[in-house]
């Protein structure tokens, strides 16, 4: 890094690149915690214990028109795909 110009701007351009990199830590921790929580929310027994929430509530379709009834069989047959795109996220 080139500092030229008076300690005063020294000073604020170090700063600059000092916040800089506290940002891209930042991002970095918390891309990780989100990929934690997508990896929680994705695990089996909470999928079940939403389901069994829903179905309790008697809750109603989705945005998509899917009942809960459809959606056991829709996750047997499309879980592996959809845990694959997840995991590439």
């Known amino acids: 890094m080139r500092m030229g110009g008076n300690a005063s701007d020294q000073q604020r351009t170090l700063s ?11 991002r970095e921790e918390l891309d990780s915690v989100d990929v934690h929580l997508t990896e929680r929310v994705l695990e089996r027994d909470n999928l079940k214990r939403a389901l069994n929430k829903v179905r309790s509530n008697k809750g109603g ?4 028109g899917m009942c809960i009834d459809e959606l056991p069989g829709y996750l047997k047959l499309n879980w592996p795909c959809i845990r694959k795109q997840t995991a590439d996220e």
Request: aromatic share 0%; glycine share 6%.
């Open 16 to 26: 600059a690149a000092r916040q800089d990199e506290t940002v891209d830590r930042a």
């Open 61 to 64: 379709p989705g945005i998509d």
